[in-house]
T-cell receptor, first 117, second 111 residues
Framework: GAVVSQHPSRVICKSGTSVKIECRSL??????MFWYRQFPKQSLMLMAT?????????EQGVEKDKFLINHASLTLSTLTVTSAHPEDSSFYIC?????????????FGEGSWLTVV | GENVEQHPSTLSVQEGDSAVIKCTYS??????FPWYKQELGKGPQLIIDIRSNVGEKKDQRIAVTLNKTAKHFSLHITETQPEDSAVYFC??????????FGPGTRLSVLP
């Protein structure tokens, strides 16, 4: 299947700082990428959908100014957690789809563990 | 919006036995139904999927069956092995909409 790479896999940052997570589709062009957050023993919670070259669409309750998403190319999307706080500590996962995002399946990255201290 | 339920939430089977996980959904227009396996600390991995024009699909020890009338689909794992132990998520998508995931099933295969 298609490969989606996410980096870093683990990151620790100080409270108040910003951290960037990258999501790359390695062997296909991802017109749409999705960002999820997952709490322990829970399902995936969609945070936002990003389409290449346009602004991301955020789910209700997700602060767009706190979770900045950029999808500048067909193979890269980034999630920046700004002014991070301990409650932002979580497992963040991206996924990517070709064919416009809604006409095909999605493949997930390996996830990024964020710990804010 | 779409509502996806998944049962059971936990499942323990003896190695070699079969495991079945069921998902029900609410939107009759949904047309794509993948299953993902998530191991601890990793991202979900697509293991099998089925589209609405197919009733059953099989890939070695894994199969998925779909009942569109009843709006449910099931994951079947035969001859389970310890490495099958993971959390399994079903997902549902209506063309043009995002995926909606089930709450997950924690499968434990006991040696």
């Amino acid at each position: 299947g298609a490969v989606v790479s996410q980096h870093p896999s683990r990151v620790i940052c100080k409270s108040g700082t910003s951290v960037k997570i990258e999501c790359r589709s390695l062997d296909f062009q991802a017109t749409t990428m999705f960002w999820y957050r997952q709490f322990p023993k829970q399902s995936l919670m969609l945070m936002a959908t990003s389409n290449e070259g346009s602004k991301a669409t955020y789910e209700q309750g997700v602060e767009k100014d706190k979770f900045l998403i950029n999808h500048a190319s067909l193979t890269l999307s980034t999630l920046t957690v700004t002014s991070a706080h301990p409650e932002d500590s979580s497992f963040y996962i991206c996924s990517a789809s070709d064919a416009g995002g809604y006409g095909n399946t999605i493949y997930f990255g390996e996830g990024s563990w964020l710990t804010v201290v | 919006g779409e509502n996806v339920e998944q049962h059971p939430s936990t499942l323990s089977v003896q190695e070699g036995d079969s495991a079945v996980i069921k998902c029900t959904y609410s939107d009759s227009a949904s047309n794509y139904f993948p299953w993902y396996k998530q191991e601890l600390g990793k991202g979900p991995q697509l293991i099998i999927d089925i589209r609405s024009n197919v009733g059953e699909k099989k890939d070695q020890r894994i199969a998925v069956t779909l009942n569109k009338t009843a709006k449910h689909f099931s994951l079947h794992i035969t001859e389970t092995q310890p490495e099958d132990s993971a959390v399994y998520f079903c997902a549902v998508r209506n063309y043009g909409q995002n995926f909606v995931f089930g709450p997950g099933t924690r499968l434990s295969v006991l040696p």
